[in-house]
């Protein structure tokens, strides 16, 4: 029986968000989903295997150490007809002929639970384009078939002919009355910031110059205003395709946190990474790495059991075969900012960057040492056998080579990573071609009231009851003070560990988020916070640290750029 008692803000969040029926509990949620995935588990491996997966994985969603994306709680058992899938790319052409299939395939994933993300590059008109899937979105949010809030990614090279129009496109949504339910990004290229930086000239598709300082400066003067456009580099996301022979990324998710094809889609699931903190025997805190391994290890199993419900849930044959093909899982991690706290580190430091570091690359080994134990019990992924040309895994060196094979953590060795692609490449063994993306965690990390994603607190003491008590003891211990003592008053040390979004410099996200870049399998959804008044100026800093950080896509958010933001308690009660 499950014992999954969620807090007032996380039954709000459930209730709301219709991720679980007017007669659910939150427990009964919990016994569905697992159900579900357990169903799959003994169709692969038995009653016994099934039993014991269904105990484990309902535990670990209870005590909080793991919690699924929205539409896996959302949809697992309760729905005949839904994927448990998170994103895709509508497989309907852009153009007059096709718009009302493209409307009706939209609004039908959209209702499964579906976020969905567009390039734009083949289109005359993007801006158009754009408002035409907007009100598409609009129309499909507001017929009250759709259980969750979805996203949508709208992305344009800035090569396009038309970029400056798109560059601008949701500038005037605060005074013109537009309902966006769109993200917007230019997709740059190495080619175009050398050029920024050299000050030459660039050509558009159209064969028009253009200087691209002027066209920086007008993304970075939008966002600035808007939030939009962000920077997506395509290019990079493409260097870590595993497999470039069914194609190349032509946009992403809608927090562009994975690179999609054509009816590509992707299952997520997320490790909470506080409830991995323990104390040794001098009451230091650590990390619980034999606990984490066997939660990882759970995990990567569910999100494959996942795949398998989806499947044959799929709507089209391009959507179905591209799931077969790669069986693409995103493995992601919610309450890191609550882990930093309760260590008493800084989010802003170089111990948090290594520590978290550290996490992310034993969670990303131990997932794909799994990935290839799930192989040699259920079989491979499609195009392990089916493209061996265009098929990095099978490459000198292997795909995991080439990304991390130069790499040492403190929990995983270069010659690790060497070993575990080798074998690969030599037995054809991996169930996933992709098992790490760190999205957003969003409604999910609400719902086990941790902090989302691998962003720090937005605001410090809106963190759990039990996360502030853990604070207040290491604060008090370590420093003496208190953390609800005047602000003002606080040494440096303590100011920085209160720190909150706001508070810490863009080279501080963009520390953190080049850090875990290094082992994510593709991209990273964080998000770079100015405070008020930050000009054009400080945005393009942003996006060129971004860039030479070797980040997959950046994107700022100024305080006050949106009518609608949250703000901090101690904002609230002034």
Not at 17 to 40: N, P
Request: glycine share 8%; proline share 4%.
């Amino acid at each position: 029986m499950s014992h999954f008692v969620p807090s007032a803000r996380a039954e709000h969040v459930l209730r709301t968000g219709r991720i679980i029926d007017a007669d659910e509990t939150a427990a009964t949620m919990v016994q569905r989903v697992t159900k579900a995935l357990a169903r799959q588990e003994i169709e692969f491996s038995g009653q016994k295997a099934g039993a014991q997966f269904a105990e484990a994985f309902e535990s670990a969603l209870c005590s909080r150490e793991i919690v699924m994306s929205t539409p896996v709680m959302t949809n697992a058992g309760r729905y005949i007809d839904r994927p448990l899938t998170a994103c895709t790319v509508p497989t309907v052409d852009f153009d007059p002929v096709s718009s009302r299939r493209l409307r009706e395939e939209i609004i039908r994933l959209h209702e499964q639970g579906m976020g969905t993300g567009f390039n734009l590059d083949e289109t005359d008109d993007p801006v158009a384009t754009l408002q035409f899937l907007n009100k598409v979105a609009f129309e499909s949010a507001s017929n009250g078939r759709e259980d969750r809030p979805v996203g949508n990614m709208a992305v344009l090279s800035v090569r396009h002919p038309k970029i400056y129009e798109f560059i601008n496109a949701k500038v005037d949504a605060s005074s013109d009355g537009t309902d966006w339910k769109f993200n917007i990004s230019v997709n740059i290229d190495g080619a175009f910031m050398e050029a920024v930086e050299a000050g030459h000239g660039i050509e558009l598709d159209d064969g028009r110059q253009v200087d691209p300082r002027h066209l920086f400066d007008e993304i970075c003067g939008a966002a600035t205003l808007c939030a939009d456009p962000g920077l997506v580099f395509l290019d990079r996301m493409n260097a870590r395709n595993p497999i470039p022979a069914m194609g190349a990324y032509t946009t992403t998710a809608p927090c562009a946190e994975v690179g999609l094809i054509a009816g590509e889609t992707c299952q997520f699931g997320y490790i909470n990474v506080r409830k991995f903190v323990t104390t040794d025997t001098a009451g230091r805190a650590i990390i619980h790495f034999t606990r984490l391994a066997q939660t990882t290890v759970l995990l990567t199993r569910a999100l494959d059991n996942c795949l398998e419900i989806s499947q044959g849930k799929l709507g089209g044959t391009r959507r179905k075969h591209v799931s077969q093909q790669k069986r693409k899982m995103g493995i992601g991690l919610c309450g890191v900012a609550d882990a930093l706290s309760v260590t008493g580190l800084p989010y802003d430091s170089d111990m948090a960057r290594t520590l978290m570091a550290d996490v992310l690359s034993f969670v990303n080994f131990t997932s794909k040492e799994e990935s290839v134990r799930l192989a040699e019990e259920r079989g491979p992924f499609g195009a392990m056998h089916t493209m061996v040309i265009g098929n990095r895994h099978t490459e000198t060196p292997g795909h995991i080579e080439r990304l991390y094979g130069h790499l040492t953590s403190g929990t995983v060795a270069a010659d690790e990573w060497c070993k575990l692609s080798r074998h690969i490449a030599s037995t054809g063994m991996l169930r996933n071609v992709s098992t790490i993306a760190l999205p957003p965690t969003g409604r999910s990390a609400l719902i086990i009231d941790a902090s989302t994603g691998i962003e720090p607190h937005f605001d410090t003491f809106s963190a759990n009851e039990e996360v502030l008590a853990a604070l207040e003891r290491v604060v008090q211990a370590n420093y003496g003070e208190s953390i609800y003592s005047d602000s003002a008053t606080h040494s440096q040390p303590v100011s920085e560990i209160l720190a909150s979004a706001s508070d810490i410099s863009p080279a501080g996200h963009i520390g953190m988020a080049s850090a875990l870049q290094r082992y994510t399998d593709e991209a990273i959804s964080k998000t770079i916070n100015l405070p008020l008044g930050s000009t054009a100026d400080d945005v393009r800093g942003v996006y060129c640290a971004g860039y030479k950080a070797n980040m997959s896509g950046v994107t700022v958010y100024v305080d006050g750029s949106r009518k609608a933001q949250p703000r901090k308690l101690r904002q609230l009660t002034r």
